[in-house]
Nanobody, 121 residues
């Protein structure tokens, strides 16, 4: 069982930056691939980024590639999402998720409660 708690969301102007954190409970955090997803009002949840259990592999949605960076610190049971050059269309609730299977865009087993990111124009 893994419990996930996101933090770091907020209101930022377009072009600004935010860093999201996701703290995980459980001693097996380092065995999980981790991902970030987001859901904007009236839209379906979409994949943003993922990182392998070791941190050696990462994968990004085309919409955030080059602007967002996912990383993890297994000693702190935490995964991060550094978001730069934010755009109004990045506005959404951001969720972190843990997958017992391999790195990917689906098949996640555990989810956090989400943190709101609002980008003003």
């Amino acid at each position: 069982q893994v419990q996930l708690v996101e933090s770091g969301g907020g209101l930022v102007q377009a072009g600004g930056s935010l860093r999201l954190s996701c703290a995980a409970s459980g001693r097996t955090f380092s065995s999980y691939a981790m991902g970030w997803f987001r859901q904007a009002p009236g839209k379906e949840r979409e994949f943003v980024a993922a990182i392998s259990w070791s941190g050696g592999s990462t994968y990004y949605a085309d919409s955030v590639k080059g602007r967002f960076t996912i990383s993890r610190d297994n000693a702190k049971n935490t995964v991060y999402l550094q978001m730069n050059s934010l755009k109004p269309e990045d506005t959404a609730v951001y969720y972190c998720a843990a997958a017992a299977t391999k790195l990917g865009t689906a098949g996640y087993d555990y989810w956090g409660q989400g943190t709101q990111v609002t980008v003003s124009s």
